[in-house]
């Protein structure tokens, strides 16, 4: 079964400091995901990104919110100045064409 | 954004009984995918419908698309405690970002 990976596994940040999440796709998919949830709620879409360019991005993701895919394998959800409605599991998800997404095991995001 | 509900939100049943989840819209989706989620891990991919009415099955598990693609229902025989866990829909909406209902969280007791 295909496989995404993304570390941490659990990252412990203070409010206002930067973090970086980031996520290893499988090689042969197109389209990249980040999704989060917050403890006992839905999961929820924050960005989608295809050929090197955000396609659509939810209302959560503002511009403390960037994304990249610095090196062709890693993709990054950057937070730069994080809140304490910030904690939540961060997943990253991967499709191919058939569009259907995997997802990683997620990052647990705690700020303090 | 479209909604996703799922019912029932718990259910608790014994081994070898049978049981359907529901998870229902007022608007259309182009496909709905159907994950298993465990606690402290990512949503796990069980099966995607495409057309209205299409019936998959997996084992035990029988995932159906309504005819107007606003619907899904996932149907489990002779549950076993291994089905034990939270189910998610999650529905396909604009460039391909998913909608989650809030999950059916199943137990299945020996």
């Known amino acids: 079964e295909p496989e995404v990976t993304q570390t941490p596994s659990h990252q412990v940040t203070q409010m206002g400091q930067e973090v970086i999440l980031r996520c290893v796709p499988i090689s042969n998919h197109l389209y990249f995901y980040w999704y989060r949830q917050i403890l006992g709620q839905k999961v929820e879409f924050l960005v989608s990104?295809?050929?090197?360019?955000?396609?659509?991005k939810s209302e959560i993701f503002d511009d403390q919110f960037s994304v990249e895919r610095p090196d062709g394998s890693n993709f990054t959800l950057k937070i730069r100045s994080t809140k304490l409605e910030d904690s939540a599991m961060y997943f990253c998800a991967a499709a191919g064409e058939a569009y259907e997404q995997y997802f990683g095991p997620g990052t647990r995001l705690t700020v303090t | 954004t479209q909604l996703l509900e799922q019912s029932p939100q718990f259910l608790s049943i014994q081994e070898g009984e049978n049981l359907t989840v529901y998870c229902n819209s007022s608007?259309?989706?182009?496909?709905l995918q159907w994950y298993r989620q465990e606690p402290g891990e990512g949503p796990v991919l069980l099966v995607t419908?495409?057309?209205?009415?299409e019936v998959k099955k997996l084992k035990r598990l029988t995932f159906q698309f309504g005819d107007a693609r606003k619907d899904s229902s996932l149907h489990i025989t002779a549950a076993q405690p291994g089905d034990t866990g939270l189910y998610l829909c999650a529905g396909v909406q604009g460039a391909q970002k998913l909608v989650f209902g809030q999950g059916t969280r199943l137990t299945i007791n020996p």
């Open positions: 608007s259309v989706f182009s496909s």
């Open positions: 419908v495409v057309t209205g009415g």
């Open positions: 990104f295809y050929n090197n360019e955000i396609s659509e």
